[in-house]
């Protein structure tokens, strides 16, 4: 068995104000995006020189044009095999609860959208996003850490603790 060494990277849930609504990414600008058509948080990729919430703020800013304030880190998953071509994914899955500035209606990758929380399960999500977001929006003081491996584009099993 080879060593895991997957990309490292960040998913951001933004609140409303009123906690009703979650700002997401509509992913329909590049019919080549492996995401082409989902509903996705924000973030992307840790570069080398910044830790995870220089990350996690900085994919914020350039996605959504907005500064996050109140930041709660609700868990962690791996996605062996999710990539593009089969590369293994880590995520660090954080909720931010207040933030300050206007979000942009869309970046390069799609449209944003506030989206209530009592609609999210009408959306087009990846199917391993189901049954982990009631986690992030949790009140819950807890953090889960998933596992959720992919073959081929599909979801193969999913499991999770929490701490």
């Given at each position: 068995?080879?060593?895991?060494?997957?990309?490292?990277?960040?998913l951001?849930?933004?609140?409303?104000?009123?906690?009703?609504?979650?700002?997401?990414?509509?992913?329909?600008?590049?019919?080549?995006?492996?995401?082409?058509?989902?509903?996705?948080?924000?973030?992307?990729?840790?570069?080398?020189?910044?830790?995870?919430?220089?990350?996690?703020?900085?994919?914020?800013l350039?996605e959504?044009?907005?500064?996050?304030?109140?930041?709660?880190?609700?868990?962690?998953?791996?996605?062996?095999?999710?990539?593009?071509?089969?590369e293994?994914?880590?995520?660090?899955?954080?909720?931010?609860?207040?933030?300050?500035?206007?979000p942009?209606?869309?970046?390069?990758?799609?449209?944003?959208?506030?989206?209530?929380?009592?609609?999210i399960?009408?959306?087009?999500?990846?199917?391993?996003d189901?049954?982990w977001?009631?986690?992030?929006f949790?009140?819950?003081?807890?953090?889960?850490?998933?596992?959720?491996?992919?073959?081929?584009?599909?979801?193969?099993?999913?499991?999770?603790?929490?701490?």
């Open positions: 068995m080879s060593a895991y060494c997957p990309i490292l990277a960040t951001v849930y933004v609140m409303s104000p009123d906690k009703t609504k979650v700002l997401l990414i509509h992913r329909n600008k590049r019919p080549n995006d492996l995401h082409f058509g989902k509903y996705n948080g924000l973030g992307g990729k840790i570069e080398n020189n910044e830790n995870i919430v220089e990350a996690m703020k900085r994919e914020v350039e959504a044009g907005i500064e996050c304030r109140d930041i709660v880190l609700r868990g962690t998953i791996s996605w062996p095999g999710f990539g593009k071509d089969g293994n994914w880590f995520g660090f899955i954080f909720r931010v609860d207040s933030f300050s500035g206007v942009h209606e869309g970046n390069h990758e799609g449209s944003l959208e506030w989206v209530p929380l009592s609609d399960d009408k959306l087009d999500l990846w199917e391993s189901r049954l977001l009631d986690k992030v949790s009140d819950e003081l807890t953090t889960f850490h998933g596992l959720a491996p992919f073959k081929d584009g599909k979801l193969v099993s999913w499991h999770y603790s929490n701490l």
